[in-house]
């Protein structure tokens, strides 16, 4: 194991798939020699060549759609969005070609084809490139959506996304690329999609969230811990397929039920959450669940209002500690402080 | 020389806002240097020619639509440093009370409907701008700058299409500033040039020296011309360069993909001193009177950085305003923060 950034996971993912499997192409703009406007695809160029990292005119519609394209006719393209914000210009692509075609023709063909794009807020990019949109891609039958919270994660993740033979929305988050972590070195290091994994372990509530936000959940815990709560933090990885067993289990042990997400609150990842539970293991609950999200608005540039958008550790631990007064069964002492 | 060109007091103030824009993407760098402005900024530095040869030909209720570089268009059709400044620190008196930064600065009242953070998304509203002027025959024109990367985006080429058919009083602005991020536009571009593209839609094109901002006034006064009386759109490609990087933090992140030999090659013909230095040479401006004029530059703008300076901060609770015109029951939900 060696201690490396999530930036260099996903280069490092990126390149041991291509020397794999020389089907894997990467397809976007400012990809080749630039190395990504994130910087995320640095040396790929170097190594593999223009046939291989293909840089394009600013034409996501064409990307995707190309993408698609070469999908259907042997390679295993990664196709990068420099933002999420942007996948409004090729919603098409994404939405009714790729997520839909295996499907529409009947099973004849498969989609390995990943689509890369980085999301979130906190860097005062204001409204068109701040938005964490994966509730979007969550919604749509078809795609698989991942976010990965770690270098690790993103690395074994990515590696699973490329050998998957299915469209799979990849979404990092532009605040983690700096952040560092132990990340495996084996070339066969996979994380398997669809498997949540537990951050932290706890008897007294569940946190479900994903991406940035996991740091968040666990800076949360960690004081919730000092106050006497020991909050089990779960990070989904990946939002469809969804690991609700994951979910299931730590509810059923806990009885509370916390979902922190940075999108948008209405018909978010934490409202499918919430809801599942609801169906499913409602009887475990000892308390209305919690939803913490961004605020119900566009971002806004100026850092004092962006921040006051965000989901922070600060305000989960208040959200959390604000709600025991909502405790249904007040004699219920595993909340008590 | 056309009538304009031939007016002092027009080519003094060409030169006095060209030379404003200048100093006041300067201000920008050392207060992104600063950390005092959050968020990326695009310098218009090298492109003034361009944006004020344009403008100059507009009427106050003609139309523009600006990019994510577009703190050039703003001023040069008059918007007020001041209130732009106060927008890039996140102020309440901000333009747009710090809710859009750099890339949406906007005022409508002075025919500026925005600087604009998706490439090519400003050239179909600047169409729409058109079309109601066309229907109610106010004889308003509209402006849609865009970039040779913008160029490529699929909207760019349906709102061409759309003007053609429509006769829409609209002029199609393309500064080639040679590159979109690093991706050069000989190798984004296909067909010999941007400007040619028009022919297929069935409107005039034509390639403008967008470095000598006599050659861009002729240009654009014959567009516009042409619009205004019902001719239908034209296509100006403006070969110009930008003298920074793409977006401010490049040159201290050192990433290069121009050659120190190319960017030289530009800045010898930077368009704001060899206007000066044509307006001394014909008499319209001694170099006293120049050095007034810069002077009267630093003074505006040192006023413009102390007026964002020592205005207030937006309130928290605006973060969730400006979303509806009437805000509906329950509307900052209760599931957020
Ligand atoms: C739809 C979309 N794709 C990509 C981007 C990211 N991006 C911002 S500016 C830019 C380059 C634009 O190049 P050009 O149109 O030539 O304008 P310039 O920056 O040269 O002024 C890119 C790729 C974006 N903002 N919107
Ligand atoms: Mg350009």
Request: hydrophobic share 40%; net charge negative; glycine share 10%.
């Amino acid at each position: 194991m060696a201690e490396k950034t999530y930036r260099e996971a996903i280069i490092e993912a990126m390149a041991e798939e291509m020397r794999r499997d020389e089907r894997v192409v990467l397809i976007g703009e400012d990809v080749g020699r630039f190395g990504g406007a994130m910087g995320a695809s640095k040396g790929l160029f170097q190594e593999f060549g223009s046939d291989r990292v293909i840089d394009t005119p600013i034409s996501e519609a064409a990307i995707i759609g190309s993408g698609l394209g070469m999908a259907l006719t042997g390679q295993r393209p990664i196709a990068e969005l420099m933002f999420i914000d942007f996948s409004g210009v090729c919603m098409d692509q994404i939405l009714n070609q790729v997520a839909k075609v295996r499907y529409m023709l009947g099973g004849q063909v498969k989609v390995p084809l990943v689509i890369r794009t980085q999301a979130g807020a906190g860097k005062g990019y204001a409204a068109q490139h701040s938005q964490s949109l994966e509730a979007w891609f969550t919604h749509v039958p078809g795609l698989k959506v991942v976010m990965p919270a770690t270098p690790r994660d993103a690395k074994g993740l990515l590696k699973s996304a490329i050998r998957d033979d299915n469209p799979v929305m990849f979404i990092e988050h532009k605040l983690l690329y700096n952040t560092k972590g132990e990340v495996p070195e084996d070339p066969d290091f996979l994380i398997p999609l669809g498997v949540a994994e537990v951050k932290r372990e706890g008897s007294d509530l569940t946190i479900v969230s994903h991406s940035r936000q996991v740091l968040n959940c666990l800076e949360a815990a960690g004081e919730l811990s000092r106050q006497g709560i020991e909050a089990e933090v779960i990070d989904l990885r990946t939002l469809r397929p969804m690991d609700f067993e994951a979910v299931k289990a730590s509810v059923e042990k806990t009885g509370r039920l916390v979902s922190v997400e940075e999108g948008y609150p209405q018909c978010g990842i934490g409202a499918e959450v919430v809801a599942r539970v609801a169906e499913h293991c409602m009887d475990s609950l000892d308390m209305p669940p919690i939803r913490i999200a961004s605020k119900d608005s566009p971002i806004p540039f100026a850092r004092i209002l962006e921040q006051e958008t965000l989901p922070s550790p600060r305000r989960i631990v208040e959200r959390i500690l604000a709600a025991r007064k909502w405790t249904r069964h007040s004699q219920d002492s595993r909340l008590a402080v | 020389m056309r009538p304009l060109l031939s007016d002092h007091i027009v080519c003094r103030e060409i030169y006095r806002k060209m030379r404003l824009i200048r100093r006041f993407e300067e201000r920008v760098v050392e207060l992104v240097n600063r950390n005092e402005i959050a968020g990326t900024t695009h310098e218009y530095s090298g492109q003034e020619a361009v944006a004020v040869g344009v403008c100059t030909v507009l009427e106050p209720e003609d139309v523009i639509t600006s990019t994510h570089r577009g703190h050039g268009h703003l001023i040069a059709k008059g918007g007020d440093v001041r209130r732009m400044m106060a927008e890039l620190l996140g102020r309440s008196t901000g333009y747009n009370r710090g809710k859009g930064g750099s890339m949406h600065i906007a005022d409508l009242s002075l025919g500026i409907f925005g600087a604009n953070g998706i490439v090519g998304a400003g050239v179909p509203i600047a169409a729409g701008a058109a079309w109601s002027s066309k229907i109610k025959k106010v004889g308003r024109v509209a402006v849609a700058f865009f970039g040779d990367g913008g160029a490529n985006q699929g909207v760019v080429h349906e709102t061409m299409n759309i003007a053609g058919i429509w006769q829409l009083p609209l002029v199609f602005v393309c500064e080639n500033n040679q590159y979109a991020v690093s991706t050069r536009v000989t190798y984004a571009t296909a067909g010999s040039s941007i400007a040619a593209r028009a022919s297929g839609y069935g409107f005039p094109g034509c390639i403008v020296d967008g470095m000598d901002v006599g050659a861009v006034m002729e240009a654009a006064q014959d567009a516009v011309s042409r619009a205004r009386s019902g001719n239908g759109p034209t296509l100006l490609e403006c070969q110009t360069y930008r003298f920074h990087g793409h977006f401010t933090a490049e040159r201290a992140l050192g990433i290069r993909y121009r050659t120190e030999s190319e960017v030289e090659m530009w800045k010898r013909r930077d368009p704001v001193n060899s206007w000066g230095a044509c307006l001394e040479e014909l008499g319209y401006l001694n170099g006293a009177e120049r050095d007034k004029l810069d002077d009267e530059v630093d003074k505006l703008l040192d006023e413009a950085v102390e007026y964002a300076r020592s205005s207030p901060w937006p309130e928290q609770a605006e973060a969730l305003e400006h979303m509806y015109v009437t805000r509906y029951p329950g509307l900052p939900a209760a599931t957020s923060l």
